[in-house]
């Protein structure tokens, strides 16, 4: 329902993925028990050990979870959603003004990474 009430299309498009999400997750503790749900933990922890290397390896910093987890866990998966609606022409306004603010955000964090960083230049203070 968040979805929907933040971006009516975007969240009635994934209503029903996440509906059959649910019922296909219901086939299979049926079906399974809970072998199922062993499974399911585990891709779950591998899935968020891999995000923490991925962060750690490739940006230099932590995932935006530990900022606020809360976040992290309701909306990202709605951020996917938007991503993957954005790659096929939704709402070219909204992603330029996504993108905007993004960049924004960015620059703010590597001022801030520079300024706490002192004058460092490669690793080397000057």
Same mark, same amino acid.
């Given at each position: 329902?968040?979805?929907? &009430?933040?971006?009516? *299309?975007?969240? =009635? #498009?994934?209503?029903? #993925? #996440? &509906?059959?999400?649910?019922?296909?997750?219901?086939?299979?503790?049926?079906?399974?028990?809970?072998?199922?749900?062993?499974?399911?933990?585990?891709? %779950?922890?591998?899935?968020?050990?891999?995000? %923490?290397?991925?962060?750690?390896?490739?940006?230099?910093?932590?995932?935006?979870? #530990?900022?606020?987890?809360? $976040?992290?866990? *309701?909306?990202?998966? %709605? %951020? *996917?959603?938007?991503?993957?609606?954005?790659? *096929? =022409?939704?709402?070219?306004?909204? +992603?330029?003004?996504?993108?905007?603010?993004?960049? !924004?955000?960015?620059? !703010?964090?590597?001022?801030? $990474?520079? $300024?706490?960083?002192?004058?460092?230049?490669?690793? !080397?203070? +000057?």
């Amino acid at each position: 329902m968040l979805y929907i &009430l933040l971006e009516p *299309v975007a969240g =009635g #498009l994934l209503a029903p #993925l #996440l &509906l059959a999400a649910t019922a296909y997750s219901d086939h299979l503790t049926t079906t399974y028990g809970a072998t199922a749900n062993y499974w399911a933990l585990g891709i %779950f922890a591998s899935s968020w050990v891999a995000q %923490f290397i991925g962060h750690g390896a490739f940006e230099g910093r932590a995932p935006a979870l #530990l900022d606020n987890l809360v $976040q992290a866990l *309701v909306l990202a998966p %709605f %951020f *996917v959603w938007m991503e993957i609606l954005f790659s *096929v =022409g939704y709402r070219p306004e909204l +992603k330029s003004r996504v993108d905007s603010a993004v960049e !924004k955000e960015v620059e !703010k964090y590597r001022i801030s $990474q520079r $300024q706490s960083n002192g004058s460092a230049t490669n690793g !080397k203070a +000057k």
